[in-house]
């Protein structure tokens, strides 16, 4: 088989370094709706050419280079042993060329481990095996500013007026996007996950956010909340930084799970402006990038 | 944009208002959570006695903070092995962690500037007016942009906080701001986040 350092390696480099196509696409559009001359618009504008800049000399988009977030797709017998291996030879290969930075520090001692590794949930790897013969690696970084402005609410939420359906899990976005402000580096990208427990929710409000920017949920009541919440966020006028403005939410994923009869929770993912998702498929020997 | 050179005098920061947007030139400092932590444990409340090399760095630090800025931002850096450093990507960090100490370290260094990234509260507002100082924002997540700003790494003390934790003395040239808050008692956080609040109960009402 085909060694796979260099190309895991490569896809990191690509996702700290260059952002996604479509993510780009709607930085662009969103400029034209800033006010010329406003802060939010200069703001984007430094984030454009910083997006530029990052893809030409090949250095991080945002110093911060988050968790790093494997999700792998294995054919049958593949052994997860060996592609763990390799991930993490990859990350440290990556972090001693500083595509990363060194991020994984011991909560309990406040020491930075220097080559991104930790305990087994750090890096974060998924493992599933597929039918068919591609093996798809995908990679996301999730920065620690927009994570800290993650919410869970269980509803009902009487405070908010929210009850347990589409209209109560509206409330309870909107007013995390509020709380948000621009802690998390807007415009943001809303990963929305409803129902689940707290653990499963929280996975899956990330793993909405691996879809692309355009992509609406395939049920028409969540692909049309979806477009309202993105609007209705818009409207709360905290914009890029929360300089004020016209853009705060670049779009919204939602997912619907399964949950218990006693619980109804809401889990929203913030994810910031610097939205690194990359994607890589080997089939035979030949490996590609998305 | 408005150009500043580092350090700062009083007028001039009296002369700034929330919105200006300015480009500053000079030497800075990064610190974040484990510096803010450490100056104010050792030599502000003095909860615990100082070690190994803290006294040699304070006395290094007393006159760049001195009218001085201090930047929150924890750095991708190159050049580790051969202490040739060069500042990679080094956007600004989220800077409302620091809200506990921040009011204390400006007055107690008679720090002028404070850049980061989400603005600060009520304390770092109250101790921008009594300094006077100010808030400067940087561009969140503009990573290789600002480094381009880092013309030279002048020096690096507490690197065993970790290299994002460490004190980085910078010299920059043009790096980008803008004044959230100011030595007037503006803030266009609590600005942005009151009429935020009151769009949201419009909409919560719908
Ligand atoms: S929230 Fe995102 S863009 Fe902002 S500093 Fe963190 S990783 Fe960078």
Known sequence: MLDLKEPVLELVRLTSTDLPPDVEMSLRAAVEQEEAGSAARSALETILKNVELSRAQSTPICQDTGTPIFYVYHPEGMSTRKLRQLITEAVVEATRKSYLRPNSVNALTDKNTGNNLGDEHFPVIHFEEVEGDILTIELMLKGGGCENVGAQYSLPNNELGAGRDLAGVRKVVLDAVQKAQGQGCAPGILGVSIGGDRGSGYAASKEVLFRKMDEASSDPSLAAMEQRLTQESNQLGIGPMGFGGKTTVLSTKMVGMHRLPASFFVTVSYMCWAYRRRKMIVQGDQVRYE | ?206
């Open chain 2, 1 to 206: 944009m408005r150009e500043i050179q580092l350090p700062v005098s009083d007028e001039i920061v009296r002369s700034l208002k929330v919105g200006d947007a300015v480009a500053l030139t000079g030497v800075m400092v990064t610190g974040r959570d484990a510096v803010h932590k450490w100056l104010s444990e050792t030599f502000i409340k003095r909860t615990r006695p100082p070690q190994g090399d803290d006294l040699t760095v304070y006395e290094a630090l007393k006159p760049l903070l001195n009218g001085g800025v201090i930047y929150h931002c924890g750095p991708v850096v190159a050049g580790l092995a051969t202490k040739e450093y060069r500042f990679v990507a080094a956007g600004p960090t989220t800077s409302i962690r620091e809200e506990g100490y921040q009011g204390d370290v400006m007055r107690h260094f008679n720090l002028r500037g404070v850049i980061g990234k989400g603005g600060m509260g009520g304390k770092t507002l109250k101790a921008c007016q009594e300094v006077p100082g100010m808030y400067l924002h940087a561009i969140g997540g503009a990573a290789s942009y600002i480094a381009q700003t880092v013309k030279r790494v002048l020096g690096v003390y507490k690197l065993e906080f970790g290299v994002p934790e460490a004190i980085w003395v910078i010299e920059v040239k043009e790096f980008p701001v803008v004044v959230t808050m100011d030595a007037h008692g503006g803030s266009l956080h609590a600005e942005v986040d009151q009429k935020s609040k009151s769009a949201l109960q419009n909409l919560l009402t719908l």
